[in-house]
């Protein structure tokens, strides 16, 4: 049982700001200004207007924490919040926390290494000038350990970092140990602030991301015939996981229920996906059985969806290998038409919209769908939002490595 | 949610006993699973100074490197290439635990087949050199591997491609605790629906950014004598050295093992992970190791005296290897069970330590024998543990606990029984 949430995404800090944007249909992609992009290919990303001091963050936190960590800090805090959950309820050792990142700490590690190489000019780095969090930027668990601090969690705390899919295995780990009963409640969610140079000029160097600088608003643009790649994004979104009964008794407000979670790896490639999406098709039968629903439950897909030429093609023939007939009757989005891909977070970000449109009972749209593309020929909401009864939702995620993830929302 | 319709559950054997079946170690202290036990046993220490780079600058000199490791031997040329150090010794572990286990992936369903590994730094030498290009030279410098090679997925994404195993694969990152979080998830996956995982991990923190970084931990030694340096439990410890490489292994269900004539190391029965409170200043650390240990031990249903050896996390700095013995007297009673840190001989292995800790475990196993803790003369005060100093001890090992503690918080424990 989902019973809190958090969310800080570009377009707004906090959950209601989130579904603000993304049932509106408006974009927060823009020209980057968390550092100078001129001389990179992609210049663009969905930023997050992010003051961690507005947002609750003492000075020594922020201090202490790469961007990272205080977007999932943040967005556990709210989480927590609106929950509603007490140490009375569950007691620290009852409580673990599962994190999903792809790139860890990388933002400060860069920021760092900046400084003690002297502007990349040392390859043998002068220690003298680390700073003394700098481990804690090296190793992605740093992420975990500060949720962890922040949800009073003594229970199992892990990092999960299985690149782009990151996020949606974070909160199917989470699940697993709650119905393991390792755990009474688990954190879970995933945080990534991939904005920097580094990781800028690693997707310019395999022309991953949108070239489209000139209209950075539009450039996102999932299942549209002129996609030219993801868009780059940051952000974090933090869940409560609460055993049924659980929750049930303390009478804490429940969004939605896991009811399926599966994964697979397509074992072809790094970065290559083969058209047939076979592998994430796989992945989201396992999914469907696990939950014991049939295609025709599926009431909306939250899509992978990053707007590169070849994912989109993957991912539609995958709905409709799994789905059958039902996959052309059902409405499919990719929310990072308007968010942009935060790689390891957006799979938990996906969660938390789908979360919401089962809340609402609206399906966020696919901003800036406006030329069709005959390959991918699915009813992909295009630019408006839709209201319509939601009680089962698919969300998949698709990342490096190979990995294709799947994860079935039910409303109870 | 009403009209659902039933389907088949997808779990299958929640009890079913977990094996290993195959190990691959590349080690500081030796390349190959016998080379690296024979060392083990003999007391042969892989921690050197640091040759691959000027160590002179660094405030930590000596470490335990990977001599004698040509990745060509193991791993095709386009792969090296496109990938770190570090998953270059996660591949070559990969292949020999998988000759190891004489199973071939290409006769095993495809979806039944998962790879879980931990990793604490990973890429962080191909990482620092294309940080470098791009900070020096300039952005159209950094190569097109970069995005596929630093991320801490990429040993995992690398096994699952090379030997098509296309089930449920993952990684998690708890620092030294890794290695058994991640056999634990092997567990839980050939419980619910794959027939062979690939898990362990590697690590090779060694570029000079990552050697700095590690240093800002403050439990790193700075002493230059390798015998001298790293030195658990005794009044002369003065933090740990770092170290590269790990271990891979070859998990199975125990009755799909049989079946195909596999002669397993042991059973993977039992584990717990706890994390320990923020750490207040003024006031002493809160650890909850004693409650991981616990839980491996209900999990396993072993009770403590059954305990034939612990493998010790061993960090090295004095207040927490103080917390360590403390937690296992409390479990254990005084002196009451064999203590051992063969990671003295090869330093700390982060994503890659637990699982080399828990390869030698099973190597104990096999041939009743406990490793020994080297350059260990005189445990501190309080370290009221039964160590195994100096030489390895023989004796019949049917239950090992394995312990681990990761950088924040992280405690993991994993008991493995013989088969």
């Known amino acids: 049982m989902i019973t809190g949430l958090g969310v800080t995404a570009p377009g707004g800090i906090g959950t209601a700001a989130f579904w603000d944007l993304i049932s509106s249909g408006r974009t927060a992609t823009r020209r980057i200004s968390l550092f100078d992009p001129t001389g990179f290919r992609s210049r663009i990303a969905a930023e997050i207007d992010f003051d961690p001091a507005a947002c609750g963050l003492s000075p020594q936190e922020i201090r202490r924490m790469d961007r990272a960590a205080q977007l999932g800090v943040v967005s556990a805090r709210e989480a927590l919040a609106d929950s509603g959950l007490t140490l009375e309820d569950v007691p620290p050792e009852r409580r673990g926390v599962s994190i999903g990142s792809a790139v860890g700490c990388t933002t400060g590690l860069e920021e760092e290494y900046v400084v003690v190489s002297d502007g990349g000019r040392e390859w043998l780095v002068d220690p003298a000038y680390a700073v003394p969090h700098l481990y804690g930027y090296m190793v992605p668990s740093t992420l975990a350990v500060e949720v962890a601090w922040t949800a009073q969690a003594e229970g199992p705390v892990a990092l999960i970092s299985t690149g782009c899919t990151a996020g949606l295995d974070s909160v199917g780990h989470g699940y697993r140990l709650v119905q393991e009963g390792a755990a009474d409640v688990v954190i879970a969610g995933a945080t990534d602030a991939p904005i920097s140079p580094i990781t800028v000029a690693c997707f310019d160097a395999i022309k991953a991301t949108s070239p489209n600088n000139d209209d950075p608003e539009h450039a996102s643009r999932p299942f549209d015939r002129d996609r030219d790649g993801f868009v780059l994004g940051e952000g974090a979104a933090v869940m409560v996981l609460e055993e049924r009964e659980a929750a049930l008794r303390r009478g804490a407000e429940i969004y939605a229920e896991i009811v399926g979670f599966a994964s697979r790896s397509n074992a072809y490639h790094m970065t290559g996906l083969k058209p047939d999406g076979r592998e994430m098709a796989e992945a989201i039968r396992v999914a469907l059985r696990e939950a014991r629903l049939n295609p025709e439950d599926v009431d909306y897909i939250n899509a992978h969806g990053s707007g590169t030429r070849q994912n989109d093609r993957h991912e539609t023939a995958a709905f409709k290998d799994a789905l059958g007939e039902h996959a052309y009757k059902t409405p499919v989005s990719s929310i990072k038409s308007m968010v942009g891909h935060s790689l390891g977070a957006i799979g938990s970000i996906e969660v938390a919209a789908s979360v919401l449109a089962i809340k609402h009972n609206v399906i966020p749209p696919t901003a800036n769908l406006h030329t069709p593309d005959p390959e991918c020929d699915l009813d992909y909401v295009p630019v408006t939002a839709r209201e319509q009864p939601v009680d089962v939702v698919l969300s998949v995620g698709s990342g490096f490595g190979g990995f294709q993830t799947a994860m079935l929302l039910a409303q109870r | ?419």
């Not at chain 2, 779990?11 to 190959?32: C, L, Q, S």
């Not at chain 2, 095709?76 to 992936?105: E, F, K, N, Y």
């Not at chain 2, 604490?120 to 191909?126: P, Q």
């Not at chain 2, 190597?363 to 024998?369: F, N, Q, S, T, W």
């Open chain 2, 1 to 419: 949610m009403n009209d659902r319709k039933t389907a088949t559950r997808s779990g299958r054997a929640p009890d079913e006993r977990v094996v290993v079946t195959g190990i691959g170690v590349t080690a500081p202290n030796g390349v190959g699973t016998e080379a690296y036990w024979a060392a083990t046993l003999n007391g042969k220490s892989g921690l050197a100074r640091i040759t691959h780079l000027d160590p002179e600058r660094y405030p930590t000199r000596v470490a335990g490197v990977v001599q004698e490791f040509d990745a060509a031997e193991y791993v095709p040329s386009r792969l090296i290439v496109q990938t770190d150090h570090w998953t270059h010794l996660g591949l070559a572990a990969t292949a020999m635990a998988l000759d190891d286990a004489g199973v071939d992936p290409a006769e095993l369903p495809e979806y039944e087949m998962a790879v879980v590994t931990a990793s604490s730094s990973g890429g962080n030498e191909f990482g620092q050199r294309e940080i470098e290009k791009l900070w020096s030279k300039g952005p159209e410098y950094v190569g097109v591997y970069q995005s596929i090679a630093w991320f801490y997925a990429a040993t995992t994404g690398q096994v699952s491609i090379r030997y098509g195993m296309r089930g449920p694969c993952g990684v998690i990152c708890t620092e030294q605790a890794g290695g058994l979080d991640v056999a634990a998830q092997a567990r839980r996956l050939l419980r619910r629906e794959a027939r062979l995982v690939v898990t362990g991990g590697t690590d090779a923190s060694r570029s000079p950014y990552a050697l700095t970084a590690q240093f800002t931990s403050g439990m790193l030694s700075t002493r230059d004598d390798p015998v001298r340096a790293y030195l658990p439990f005794d009044v002369d410890a003065c933090g740990h050295v770092p170290g590269e490489g790990g271990a891979m292994l070859i998990a199975e269900g125990e009755s799909a093992a049989r079946r195909r004539g596999a002669v397993p190391y042991g059973v993977i029965a039992g584990y717990g992970a706890s994390f320990d409170p923020r750490p207040e200043p003024g006031r002493p650390a809160r650890s909850n190791l004693v409650r991981a240990i616990r839980l491996a031990l209900d999990d396993a249903r072993i009770r403590p005296d059954q305990v034939d050896v612990v493998f010790a996390d061993a960090v090295g700095v004095p207040e927490r290897d103080l917390a360590e013995a403390a937690a296992i007297g409390e479990v254990f009673g005084p002196r009451a069970v064999p203590v051992t840190a063969p990671k003295t001989m090869t330093g700390r292995l982060y994503g890659g330590g637990a699982a080399l800790d828990l390869a030698t475990a099973l190597l104990a196993i096999r041939d009743g024998v406990i490793p020994p803790t080297v350059g260990v003369t005189s445990p501190a005060p309080g370290c009221d543990l039964d160590l195994v100093l100096g030489t390895a001890r023989e004796t019949p090992v049917r239950t090992a606990l394995v312990l681990a503690r990761g950088y924040g918080g992280f405690n993991s424990a994993l008991v493995v029984t013989a088969p």
